[in-house]
């Protein structure tokens, strides 16, 4: 199965510092790759997406850096905030069509005040 | 803003017994999703439709599984017979173009 390894598994920064999670895909395939944020109890919500055809993408606080040629995307927050705190997930898919999203297992961020 | 929601919140059902959770998808999205999620695990793809029928399916997706949509809003996902590894967050999602948006989710408990 084309897998997406997403890391670091947990995740501590202080207020202000710039978290960085990490994602790695194999199907090259894929041309769509969304992150999603989730708090507990609730579903995932759609932060930021990119497509392969840029390297960067910046929503407020929110930036992916996309690297096609080693099939590596990070999700990047500025000055993060302790509002930030939840569990972030990786996701790709083919864009066209209807496929499902394959999910990274998860980073569980914590920001401490 | 619309969003996906989804009925109940939460199911408690005995082990062998047929489940349906159900799912009103954002209203001029065309392409409808199933996931679902043991507790502290990654999301997992389940089933997704559109045209009124099933487009693709993961390997969990089996025969104790099927979709609906019985009318222009809702959107279903029935477990026939369930077992206790059932037992998950079951979300929902829709799409239009290309963002998949989710619901708030079924937490599915099986006993």
């Known amino acids: 199965q084309q897998q997406v390894k997403q890391s670091p598994q947990s995740l501590i920064v202080q207020k202000g510092g710039i978290p960085i999670i990490n994602c790695a895909y194999e199907n090259t395939a894929f041309d769509y790759f969304p992150w999603y944020q989730q708090f507990p109890g609730k579903g995932p919500a759609l932060l930021i997406a990119?497509?392969?055809?840029?390297s960067e993408k910046k929503e407020g606080r929110f930036t992916i850096s996309f690297n096609k040629s080693a099939k590596q995307f990070s999700l990047h927050i500025m000055d993060s905030q302790p509002g930030d705190s939840a569990t972030y997930f990786c996701a790709a898919s083919k864009e066209g069509g209807a496929d499902g999203l394959t999910f990274g297992k998860g980073t569980h961020l914590i920001i401490q005040p | 803003e619309p969003e996906v929601t989804q009925t109940p919140s939460h199911q408690v059902t005995q082990m062998g017994q047929e489940v349906i959770l159900r799912c009103v998808p954002i209203s001029n999205h065309l392409y409808f999703y199933w996931y679902r999620q043991i507790l502290g695990q990654k999301v997992e793809f389940l089933v997704s439709f559109y045209n009124n029928e099933i487009s693709e399916k993961s390997e969990i997706f089996d025969d104790q599984f099927s979709v609906e949509r019985p009318d222009g809003s809702n959107f279903t996902l029935k477990i026939r017979s369930t077992k206790l590894e059932d037992s998950a967050m079951y979300f929902c999602a829709s799409r239009n173009l290309y963002e998949q948006y989710f619901g708030p989710g079924t937490r599915l408990t099986v006993t």
């Open positions: 990119i497509r392969p055809d840029v």
